[in-house]
């Protein structure tokens, strides 16, 4: 299960919170057909668990990995349903020990999917006996201690592993290599975005118009999760000021009161590159000063703000510290001084100088 986040996250952040998970519940598509975007995955996926039913076998294993909030538990549901199977959910931080491990498989049922949320948190011995569970539906049981241990083999039924991962580059090679299939969530476009909404806004009973579905969708970077929180916000709005069709003024007028603006960006954002265009001059600034001039944790301003940044193309990662691009002084309607445009290195600036939301590999590799 995704990590809880505290009563003041922003309210764009992709983590989930338990409201979140309640709301997300009564939202969440129960097939593949309902299952907006990710198209490549889907389509995959599909191929995967039909030729499983023909064969009148388990799915192979299945590791699901990206950002959070794209849907990675929602298809694990869905796994479970398509294949007509029962669904066990556990997560990697809650099994520490190998005997946590042993104790969820040997209680599985023949078929049963087990999701694994956030597995590349997994101990270590929880993992080497995870290698043994998936190749070969078996686990050796250690009773006693020292010289005198002995290991006894314990017979597992078939069963679908499915891993969700935020960071697939930490699960070691065995385990990944153990899965059948591997499926990676990208974001979401506007568009896809928008057919997520009005499926949300169609169960929550909203009357809402294309335009504010672009609204909504235009700033909820790319998230369906966060997508689906601005929407109840936009709800909350519209009942406090007894709105009956929410337009794309009364969308626009709710999230500006959140503070998120058209592209998506919140108070910490912006915080964060005026922090840096008007006390550092652009930049490069270390991350721990940059954290103290807006009154942060060095990692929130990492984890929270800093990925979405660099993806828009507003902030840089150099060896030297953070930099804001062409892009940044533009969002904020400052125009970047001649001195500043001549020290920025080379290939970043002719990136960034038309305003283009592309980002570059070397930002891609260090975001």
């Known amino acids: 299960m995704s990590p809880a986040i505290p009563e003041d996250a922003p309210l764009v952040s992709p983590a989930g919170d338990p409201e979140d998970r309640a709301v997300e519940a009564a939202l969440r598509p129960k097939n593949l057909n309902d299952f907006v975007g990710q198209q490549r995955v889907r389509r995959q996926l599909s191929l995967v668990l039909e030729a499983s039913r023909m064969r009148g076998r388990s799915a192979d294993h299945v590791l699901l990995s990206g950002p959070p909030g794209l849907g990675k538990t929602t ?4 796994i479970a349903g398509e294949m007509n199977a029962p ?3 556990s997560s990697g931080p809650a099994i520490q020990h190998a005997g946590d491990l042993a104790a969820i498989l040997s209680s599985l049922t023949e078929g049963e999917v087990l999701f694994l949320d956030e597995i590349h948190r997994m101990s270590r011995p929880a993992e080497e006996m995870l290698y043994m569970a998936m190749e070969d539906f078996r686990v050796d049981i250690i009773v006693g201690k020292g010289p005198g241990a002995t290991a006894i083999p314990l017979e597992l039924p078939p069963f679908t592993l499915v891993g969700a991962t935020t960071r697939a580059g930490l699960l070691p090679g065995p385990l990944r290599d153990r899965f059948g299939f591997t499926g990676h969530l990208e974001f979401y476009s506007t568009e896809e975005l928008e057919l997520v909404l009005r499926r949300s806004a169609m169960l929550m009973d909203m009357r809402v118009n294309s335009a504010a579905f672009s609204e909504v969708a235009g700033r909820s970077r790319g998230t369906p999760r966060i997508a689906n929180r601005l929407l109840r916000r936009v709800r909350d709005w519209a009942l406090v000021h007894s709105v009956d069709l929410i337009d794309a003024s009364c969308a626009g007028s709710a999230l500006d009161m959140y503070e998120v603006d058209a592209k998506g960006l919140d108070r910490l954002d912006r915080a964060v590159l005026t922090a840096l265009i008007t006390k550092f001059n652009g930049g490069p600034v270390g991350l721990s000063t940059l954290a103290i001039a807006v009154g942060e944790e ?3 301003v990492e984890t929270v703000a800093e990925p979405y940044l660099v993806r ?42 038309d305003d283009n939301n592309n980002v570059p590999d070397w930002a891609q590799n260090e975001g």
């Open 75 to 78: 298809l694990a549901m869905i």
């Open 87 to 89: 669904l066990r959910i």
């Open 298 to 300: 060095p990692e929130t």
């Open 312 to 353: 828009e193309g507003m902030l840089g990662r150099t060896p030297r510290g953070r930099i804001a691009t062409a892009a940044a002084w533009s969002h904020l309607g400052l125009a970047m001084p001649p001195t500043v445009a001549a020290a920025m290195p080379e290939d970043l600036f002719s990136v960034y100088q």
